[in-house]
């Protein structure tokens, strides 16, 4: 007859000892900052996503499970960022005694460094985590408000309510809307913008009261932002009316002018909005004190310099109705309709890197007769007075960035505006030239070769 055992009590191990005691020993450091701590560890996950595998999910988890274990307290949705501090320990830990010398572990997360408090009006605030300055897509829009607040938008098509350039006291803009999901106009690898059709709105109003702003208690959950040439600088986030949506409100005042702005960024309630509006507040500078070292803009504006006039040697002289000029050797052209008229494509030889039907080129296009529909271009645009024999409006336009096929390709862009005297056509030259030395001394032939 069998008899049922009793229950025998299990001891501990030596290594269950340890991990229990490993466990009680864990003390989170008082100065945690949750939110920077979360944001730190998702962007380690998207560094490391190309080199991930299929089964590089689990170590994704992994880290990610690691912040939150370690985060002192979750924010909620809607929340103010306000630290949230772990509650005091009655009595320290008993220290667990190595065996050996422990190794130590590179990709363990350092503790967080104590808030850096920066004065704000006449008072401080501590600086909003996560910030860094000059974060921009390879293209990025950059607009100067009235009183000289320079912003870089969000990628992906934003709409202005409105107008952007000028002296707007007041701007709004729009999110994108609407997306072509993959197929025959839209490449297999696209993805959709960020925050597309969710709603979020930008807004930006040059505030006349500023001179009165007094700085938020260091407590109240508000943050600062260090932007150069400011004297005042004051951020919230909090709940939006529009479901889905955070809102995030900066005020900022520039300390030479006194000019203050408020920035109100209605961005989507989770870490790629928080992301975004990080990235916004960290690209703010003032005109009036010139672009800081981090800013790179997407499009320089080259000066043309000297032109010679006439046909450079071994061109080809060449003339569109009543239009002369000359291009480089080995171009060739073809008849095209374009947005501006009737002319013709020159191309030349093909651009690195990019498919093959894809040439450095130049566009000429014929308008109407009679008085000029050009004018001169606000000095945003970078104008460029010339001289072309025959023509009493000439002007040229240059830009220089990544080329629109191939970002890691810079180019020269150039649009020659021109109307020729006593009631002659309006003519557009746009070329698109390699963008260096090289490119800019071909547009300097081009320009030297035009007459009417």
Same mark, same amino acid.
């Given at each position: ?5 009793? @229950? ?52 994704v ?24 501090v ?8 008993? @220290? ?8 130590p572990?590179?990709?363990?997360? *350092?503790p ?6 920066? @004065? ?8 909003? &985590? ?34 952007a ?34 709603? $979020?709105?930008?807004t ?5 009261? $500023? ?17 150069p ?28 002018t006194?000019?203050?702005?408020t ?28 672009? &800081?070292?981090?800013f790179? &803009? ?26 002369g ?28 890197? $990019?498919p ?14 009679g ?6 271009? $606000?000095?945003?645009?970078?104008p ?15 830009? *220089? ?11 020269l862009s ?12 309006d ?6 030239? @390699?963008g ?17």
């Open positions: 007859m069998s008899a049922t055992p009793e @229950p025998v009590a299990v001891e501990e191990t030596e290594v269950v000892a340890r991990v229990r005691a490993a466990q009680d020993a864990v003390e989170v450091p008082a100065t945690l900052d949750p939110d920077a701590l979360a944001h730190r560890a998702v962007r380690r996950v998207r560094v490391r996503r190309t080199a991930l595998a299929a089964g590089g999910s689990t170590a988890v992994g880290v990610l499970a690691a912040a939150v274990a370690l985060l002192p307290g979750v924010l909620p949705r809607g929340s103010d960022l306000a630290l949230t772990p509650p005091a320990q009655s009595a320290a830990p008993a @220290p667990v005694e190595p065996t050996a010398d422990p190794v572990d590179p990709t363990t997360e *350092q967080e460094q104590p808030l850096r408090y920066l @004065p704000v009006g006449d008072g401080e605030l501590p600086e909003l &985590p996560g910030v860094e300055h000059g974060i921009a897509e390879t293209h990025h829009s950059d607009y100067t408000m009235q009183g000289g607040l320079t912003y870089t938008l969000p990628p992906g098509g934003w709409e202005v309510d409105g107008e350039f000028g002296e707007p006291a007041s701007v709004t803009w729009m999110s994108p809307e609407g997306w072509n999901a993959p197929g025959s106009d839209t490449p297999a690898d696209a993805v959709p913008p960020p925050m597309n059709d969710s709603g $979020a709105v930008l930006i109003d040059v505030d006349p009261g $500023a001179a009165s702003w007094t700085a938020p208690a260091r407590d109240s959950g508000a943050w600062t932002v260090e932007i040439g400011a004297d005042f600088v004051a951020v919230t986030r909090g709940p939006s009316d529009d479901p889905g949506l955070a809102r995030w409100e900066a005020h900022v005042r520039h300390g030479g006194g000019t203050g702005w920035v109100v960024l209605e961005f989507t309630d989770d870490e790629v909005g928080d992301e975004l509006a990080r990235a916004f507040l960290g690209n703010l500078w003032f005109e009036p004190d010139g672009a &800081p070292e981090w790179s &803009p997407t499009y320089t504006y080259p000066e043309v310099g000297i032109v010679v006039p006439g046909v450079p040697a071994g061109w080809q002289p060449v003339s569109t109705e009543d239009l000029y000359a291009v480089p050797p080995g171009w060739t052209s073809r008849d095209v309709e374009g947005n501006f008229g009737p002319g013709v494509e020159w191309s030349g030889p093909p651009v690195d890197g $990019a093959s039907d894809v040439r450095w080129n130049m566009f000429v296009q014929v308008g109407g007769r008085t000029s529909s050009f004018s001169t271009a $606000a000095d945003q645009f970078h460029q007075t010339i001289v072309v024999p025959g023509a009493d409006f000439a002007q040229v336009l240059t830009s *220089q960035g990544p080329h629109w096929a191939v970002d890691t390709v810079p180019a150039a649009d020659v505006q021109l109307h020729g005297e006593d009631g002659g056509p003519v557009l030259v746009s070329i698109t030239l @390699p260096d030395e090289a490119g800019l001394e071909t547009l300097r032939g081009v320009l030297g070769s035009l007459q009417f």
